[in-house]
Every structure is written in structure tokens, then in C-alpha cells.
């Protein structure tokens, strides 16, 4: 994915300047997490070209696979019409779960 150099669409953040990213795997198509991003995560996601989120727990940003490796590659981003969420289509490399599922959604209720 090349760097955006466009600006960027007026997006609507909620209360704590955050919001929702669904990340789908490329490919398949799989839903692989969902995570939030901020204005400054979303910049630099479209200046790398991987993805990078806020986390709520630890109050900082964080680069997916910036320890484990399991990167997520940018092909890309789109918004929805209400203009407060994303869907985040990547190329996985590995697991996107930190409990080595290939996708936090592995846990079937109905």
C-alpha cells in the first residue's frame, strides 16, 4: 500500500478520540480482530502500510506483530456510511489472536 497523501475523510471518533477497526483478512475475507485507532494510529497506518492501533488497557500505541512478528500488511481501509468505523482488509502473516488463533473470533456461541 503506497502512503496516503490525500487528507483524510472526517471521520467520527467517539468520546475518547477512538474508533472501531474491523480487520479482515485479504484473501479470505475472515475476520481476524477488532481493535480501535485513533487519529495518530490511522496516520501512521496509512504512512507504513501496516497496522498500527491504540491500546485502551495499556494507553498507548502499538504496531500489530511489533513483538510477535505476525504483521498485518495494509491492502485497505475502508469506512462505513455513518462514517464511525473501519474495515481494515490486510495480508496476515500468522496468527492475528494473541492466543495463536488465527482469529480472535474462534469461539462459537450459536
Not at 477497526?21 to 485507532?37: D, F, G, R, S, W
Amino acid at each position: 500500500m503506497k502512503e496516503i497523501k490525500k487528507r483524510l475523510p472526517v471521520l467520527k471518533y467517539n468520546e475518547k478520540g477512538l474508533i472501531p477497526a474491523i480487520v479482515q483478512e485479504y484473501k479470505t475475507n475472515q475476520v481476524l480482530m477488532l481493535a480501535y485507532m485513533n487519529k495518530e494510529s490511522l496516520k501512521i497506518t496509512l504512512k507504513e502500510g501496516r497496522t498500527c492501533f491504540f491500546s485502551r488497557s495499556r494507553q498507548k500505541l502499538w504496531r500489530k506483530g511489533e513483538t510477535s512478528g505476525h504483521i498485518q500488511k495494509v491492502r485497505h481501509i475502508f469506512y462505513d456510511c455513518d462514517k464511525d468505523t473501519l474495515l481494515v482488509l490486510v495480508d496476515q502473516t500468522g496468527p492475528a489472536c494473541h492466543t495463536g488463533a488465527k482469529s480472535c473470533f474462534f469461539r462459537k456461541m450459536v
